[in-house]
Nanobody
Framework: QVQLVESGGGLVQPGGSLRLSCAAS????????MTWYRQAPGKRRELVAT????????DYEDFVKGRFTISRDNGKNILYLEMNNLKPEDTAMYYC???????WGQGTQVTVSS
């Protein structure tokens, strides 16, 4: 059974940092292209960042480029999202997802507010 469990969210002031984690199980994590998505209240879920199976290739949406870093530890089956210089508009529920699998985790809430 595929499971994705996100953690690391919280309340942070503008300009602050957070590191999100996604613990994966039930599939061979190192074989899968992975992504982070986010969904703000009243908005559609949107792609944030992607990483290929060995971590050698990453890509970011323009609104996080230069501030967020996606990475993975295939030995530990964990996907990460390092978020720096957070802005109020980054407030959302964050999800990890393998596009070739149907499962989504419960997400982790990130709130950026003074």
């Amino acid at each position: 059974q595929v499971q994705l469990v996100e953690s690391g969210g919280g309340l942070v002031q503008p300009g602050g940092s957070l590191r999100l984690s996604c613990a994966a199980s039930g599939f061979t994590f190192g074989n899968y292209f992975m992504t982070w998505y986010r969904q703000a209240p009243g908005k559609r879920r949107e792609l944030v960042a992607t990483i290929n199976n060995n971590g050698g290739t990453t890509d970011y949406e323009d609104f996080v480029k230069g501030r967020f870093t996606i990475s993975r530890d295939n030995g530990k089956n964990i996907l990460y999202l390092e978020m720096n210089n957070l802005k109020p508009e980054d407030t959302a529920m964050y999800y990890c997802h393998a596009p070739s699998l149907t499962s989504w985790g419960q997400g982790t809430q990130v709130t950026v507010s003074s």
